[in-house]
């Protein structure tokens, strides 16, 4: 293995490291990115059982929540301010979502470029493995086949070498990319529902609700992964 990035020339150099950055980015988002530690089960039947139960929950407990996962941040964001109107719930809700999609696109751009780039480190490997042999020929390369051996060599390594750190790196951005568009949705099913529930149930109370009887259509939860645009509206409509 080292013979043959020793072969390859100086541009292995940065295509190893590329690969190294990818394989550590692809192991932390797989660790990161599991669905049951960001949309746990039944978190949301659990908090409004515990409301139909007690009326309520207390400040501490919603704050333990808000703090083990994503998912309960935001639906604990909500209840946390259900006493100031839905209004004043859903966009605190909208708020909490964007942060959180924004904390689980880290490093998604970082394997996207990786992916973007070891082909063309690659590439310029192709060319300067090319321009040492056709420089090898002028120098009597000829009668010496070694000499011409070396630059064909390197264009072939730098190029394989630039592909396999490029696949998986590509792969692994359109994965995560799309398991975050998968919880992004589910971030904006569970955040309806739970509003429906509450007034299913009626567990606003006496909640102040004046002037927003139906919660707005138009209301997104945006993340950004990478080119692609994420929204994640409400898509919730309540008749009091």
Aim: proline share 3%.
């Amino acid at each position: 293995m080292w013979e043959l990035v020793k072969a390859g020339g100086w541009l292995m150099t940065p295509i190893v490291v590329c690969s190294i950055l990818a394989l550590v980015i692809i192991i932390e988002r797989s660790h990161t990115l599991q669905f049951n530690k960001i949309v746990p089960n039944r978190l949301r039947e659990q908090l409004i059982t515990r409301l139909r139960e007690n009326g309520g929950i207390g400040r501490t407990q919603l704050m333990n929540v808000k703090e083990k996962t994503p998912l309960g941040d935001i639906l604990a964001t909500g209840l946390l301010y259900r006493q100031y109107g839905l209004e004043s719930m859903t966009m605190h809700m909208q708020n909490r979502a964007s942060v959180q999609v924004h904390q689980l696109e880290k490093n998604i751009n970082m394997l996207g470029t990786i992916g973007a780039i070891a082909p063309l480190l690659g590439l310029l490997g192709t060319v300067l493995g090319i321009i040492s042999s056709f420089l090898a020929i002028t120098d009597g390369a000829m009668q010496d086949p070694t000499m011409l051996a070396a630059g064909v060599s390197q264009a072939l390594i730098t190029t394989a070498a630039g592909m396999i750190v490029a696949i998986p790196a590509l792969v692994g951005y359109r994965y995560f990319q799309r398991r975050i568009i998968d919880i992004n949705a589910q971030f904006e099913t569970q955040a309806g529902l739970m509003i429906q529930e509450l007034y299913d149930y009626q567990l606003l109370g006496n909640v102040h609700t004046s002037g927003f009887d139906t919660l707005n259509p138009d209301a997104s939860l945006h993340g950004t992964i990478g080119n692609d645009s994420v929204s994640l509206s409400d898509g919730v409509t309540v008749t009091s």
